[in-house]
């Protein structure tokens, strides 16, 4: 009888260790690495949506104040030249502080009195490019100096 129970207290600690063996196993560890891979292709578009913003861009507006008059030397505007860029805005403010006298760009239409102490303001698309002359037509006063250079860069 005892051998018997030796044999069954054998048995049950071997089939203990057989359960044992089993529940305490490492999991297997090769599963793990095999996932990161669908990051990458998430972080691709973001890029396409930023492209368009570039080229709608507004045109710019530039502005200019000139004075027009005379002294004992001629008779002037007080900017000798206008620098834009081809489609700006440009807006120039001329006031007459001395005198008769008008502000012309022959080649964008412009043709403005200037009354005595008001402010004229001329505003334009600068759509042609070159250099254009800005000039008082009253007689005498374009030879006396009152001009100067639009210059409209492409
Ligand atoms: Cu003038």
Redesign the pocket.
Known sequence: MIEKNILITAGVILALGVVGFVYMRPAPVTKEVVVEEPKEVLQETPTETEEPIVENVAPATKEFSVD?Y?DSTG?WFSVKEISVNKGDNVKIKVKNIK????FNIDEYDVKKD?PLDEEVSIEFVADKAGDFIYY?S?PG?REKG?WGTLKVSE
């Open positions: 027009a005379y008779v005198g008769m006298h008008n200037l008082c009253i006063h009152q």
